[in-house]
């Protein structure tokens, strides 16, 4: 390292840290849909964004025509939004006329 650091002022660049807990989310936004995660480590519960589809959905597809993502599946009622493509924008919940989309 003396090589590549050679100075004091240089070797700074080296200072240890640790980190003890925290949490944070990654996002792959060249994909589409996009990919996300959520992590935590140490005492931090992870976090829980976004939206949720509940058991009042009609099936009526308003919150599938407006997802920019394709993320709603419409499988089964009430349909199910894959948190992993989801970009939270919030669009589901806006058009709903049930008000079965609600924030997680």
């Known amino acids: 390292m003396n090589e590549i650091y ?8 080296l200072t240890v840290f640790r980190l003890c807990e925290g949490s944070g ?6 994909k589409k849909p996009i990919e ?8 931090v519960e992870e976090k829980r964004d ?4 509940t ?3 009609i099936g009526c597809g308003s919150c599938v025509e407006v997802c920019p993502q394709n993320c709603i599946t419409t499988d ?4 199910e939004i894959k948190q992993e493509h ?4 919030g669009n589901c919940c806006s058009v709903c ?3 079965a989309v609600i924030m997680r």
Not at 36 to 41: D, H, I, L, N, Q
Not at 86 to 89: A, D, G, P, S
């Open 76 to 79: 089964e009622i009430p349909y």
């Open 6 to 13: 050679p100075t004091e002022q240089s070797r700074q660049a």
């Open 86 to 89: 989801c970009l939270h924008c």
């Open 97 to 99: 006329p049930a008000g």
């Open 36 to 43: 996300r995660a959520s992590f935590s480590f140490g005492n």
């Open 25 to 30: 989310e990654w996002f792959d936004l060249s």
């Open 50 to 53: 976004g939206y949720r589809i």
């Open 55 to 57: 058991d009042s959905c």
